[in-house]
């Protein structure tokens, strides 16, 4: 390929959910954009989200569905575009959707119509697309940026980084985002695994004889708010909603508890039967009392686990505690290979909330997932793409 130079208004690093929108908005707005990505084909996170049907937004969205070292920081963008704006969109499209639980929005067809939407917005806004292209190498010399691949030299006066984060690395994911944060002398927050299955070993280990089995629990772990979801034991651990729901607060070392008896069927106590006068107080009235919340193998297992010691009333009553707040200790995570989404990230700090634009960097923006802000299960993280690219394109 022959090698060339140009000059832009923009350049964009990555076509994922954010600088696809980034360029797109931009671009709209008069800019002359180039947007990079090394992929072959741009969005392929959207592509295959939300099981192939995108869960592109979340319509009950709120600052307090997002964790950063900095709970405020992620406010004004959001409020500058909020989930009926990228609505808005989808419907301008013709792009059906329907709520499948708790706000979450979803295309009733394929995500691969939300990838074909941005990029006939970016091509409204003319964005110069190239894909396939490695190797980039960012220089910064009087206000401007230049650009260095095997394809040529760029140059602009704004660079907005939307490379990600680190999840998933066999669909693209590196750290860029990170190495240029950290070239131009910005603090990153040490990104870690979140949305992501965990493991038991140890003793903890004979629950994955249970796989496959799930059930309606309330999860959190210690630092974390309560998700009521469900949970499923997998061949390694747990999973499930509620699990990689807690797996974003937790941290190696802690527990995470989970009460598998949150609504008790109507029950005032879940083992009140076995506290009437005359009962049988045994394993198997244990087991009989706990399959009438859980599934069979769940309540073998708990009733195996933590049977009372000794069956006096002040015993079953501890062991009812335990039931509603079961203490997993979780040898690790399933890691960047299986996480959904990466926490921590660039330093908000460094960043101006209303444009994204790094504070000692005049021209230079990360948006999306690169930055230490990390939305919930159920299209927040989405949201928080849409929302910072658009803070971001409205500055220039
Ligand atoms: P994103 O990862 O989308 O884009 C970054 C782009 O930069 C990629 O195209 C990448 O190839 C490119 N890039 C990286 N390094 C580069 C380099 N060195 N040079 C050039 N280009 C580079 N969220 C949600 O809200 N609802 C959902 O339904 C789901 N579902 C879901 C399923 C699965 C399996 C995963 C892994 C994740 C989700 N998510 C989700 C999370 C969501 O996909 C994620 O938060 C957003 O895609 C983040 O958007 P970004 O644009 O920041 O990064």
């Known amino acids: ?23 797109a908005v931009a671009g709209q707005r008069g800019c002359r954009v180039l947007l990079l990505e090394h992929n072959a084909q741009p969005g392929r996170k959207i592509l295959i989200s939300g099981g192939g049907r995108c869960n592109f937004t979340n319509i009950h969205c709120m600052p307090a569905n997002f964790i950063s070292e900095n709970p405020h920081f992620a406010k004004s963008a959001l409020a500058l575009y909020q989930p009926r704006h990228f609505l808005e969109l989808v419907e301008r499209y013709g792009i059906r959707w329907h709520e499948k639980t708790l706000g979450q929005l979803f295309c009733d067809h394929s995500a ?13 806004g003319q964005v110069d697309i190239r894909m396939n292209v490695r190797g980039v190498r960012v220089e910064s010399t009087s206000g401007e940026f230049r650009v260095g691949c095997p394809a040529g030299e760029f140059t602009a006066g704004a660079l907005v980084i939307a490379t990600g984060g680190l ?12 190495d240029l944060a950290r070239q131009f002398g910005l603090k990153v927050i040490q990104p870690r695994p979140a949305l992501v299955p965990l493991l038991l070993a140890g003793a903890e280990k004979s629950w994955t004889e249970l796989a ?21 034991v997998t061949h390694r651990g747990l999973s499930g909603p509620a699990v990689l729901q807690a797996s974003s607060y937790w941290r190696p070392g802690e ?5 598998f008896a949150p609504d008790l069927n109507g029950k005032s ?33 708990l009733a195996e686990a933590g049977a009372p010691e000794g069956w006096s009333n002040a015993a079953i009553e501890a062991a009812e505690r335990r039931v509603r707040g079961w203490e997993f200790r979780p040898s690790g995570t399933e890691g960047f290979e299986k996480a959904e989404v990466t926490a921590g990230g660039v330093d908000t700090a460094e960043l101006d909330s209303k444009t994204m634009e790094a504070r000692t960097v005049p021209g230079l923006y990360f948006i999306g997932e690169g930055v230490d802000v990390t939305g919930h299960l159920g299209g927040f993280n989405f949201q928080w793409a849409w929302a910072s690219a658009v803070a971001a394109a409205s500055n220039l």
């Open 1 to 23: 390929m022959p090698s060339e130079t140009r000059k832009f208004d923009l350049i964009v690093l990555g076509a994922g959910a954010a600088g696809l929108m980034c360029a």
């Open 112 to 124: 691969r119509q939300i990838v074909d939407m941005l990029l006939v917005e970016c091509e409204r």
């Open 167 to 178: 999840s998933i690395p066999k669909m693209g994911a590196t750290g860029l985002a990170y």
């Open 212 to 232: 496959g089995v799930s059930a309606d629990v309330i999860a959190h772990a210690n630092r974390g708010p309560m998700f009521r979801e469900k949970l499923l």
């Open 255 to 259: 527990a995470i508890q989970v009460d």
């Open 269 to 301: 106590s879940l083992l009140a039967s076995l506290l009437e006068r005359g009962a049988r107080r045994d394993a198997l009235a244990l087991k009989q009392a706990l399959r009438d919340v859980l599934p069979q193998r769940l309540a073998a297992q």
